[in-house]
């Protein structure tokens, strides 16, 4: 394995791990108009979030599992996988900052200079 695929696999694992451990592993927001979504939907959209396993080359080209979607079919029901009838879309990202959160973080793959942030929004809201 090169150097390169060791050190995003190494991301991947601890973006899966803040995933996993939403608000506790790392800093979770979510964008005003996501939050006018009802709770429940809110709560639906943050399991699969959680346990987000859909990844190929479309949302994740590099290899460090930092950015997926869920979609809402017309009859309310949330799947990872886009229906072909979609009411809404939810995107979520994370994304590797500096421990003060001011810049971009100098190895994503060292959790001692990183801090992630995981931002959920509606498709709409990008």
């Given at each position: 394995?090169?150097?390169?695929?060791?050190?995003?696999?190494?991301?991947?694992?601890?973006?899966?791990?803040?995933?996993?451990?939403?608000?506790?592993?790392?800093?979770?927001?979510?964008?005003?108009g996501?939050?006018?979504?009802?709770?429940?939907?809110?709560?639906?959209?943050?399991?699969?979030?959680?346990?987000?396993d859909?990844?190929?080359?479309?949302?994740?080209?590099?290899?460090?599992?930092?950015?997926?979607?869920?979609?809402?079919?017309?009859?309310?029901?949330?799947?990872?996988?886009?229906?072909?009838?979609?009411?809404?879309?939810?995107?979520?990202?994370?994304?590797?900052?500096?421990?003060?959160?001011?810049?971009?973080?100098?190895?994503?793959?060292?959790?001692?200079?990183?801090?992630?942030?995981?931002t959920?929004?509606?498709?709409?809201?990008?």
């Open positions: 394995m090169s150097a390169a695929t060791e050190r995003a696999e190494r991301i991947a694992r601890l973006n899966d791990l803040a995933r996993q451990a939403m608000g506790i592993a790392y800093r979770a927001v979510a964008t005003s996501f939050r006018t979504l009802p709770q429940r939907d809110q709560s639906r959209v943050r399991d699969l979030i959680e346990t987000f859909a990844f190929g080359e479309g949302n994740d080209p590099h290899g460090e599992r930092d950015f997926g979607a869920v979609y809402q079919a017309n009859d309310g029901s949330w799947t990872t996988m886009r229906p072909k009838e979609c009411h809404e879309t939810v995107f979520w990202k994370i994304d590797a900052y500096d421990r003060a959160l001011e810049y971009g973080s100098p190895d994503p793959a060292d959790p001692s200079v990183t801090r992630r942030v995981l959920i929004m509606l498709a709409s809201e990008y």
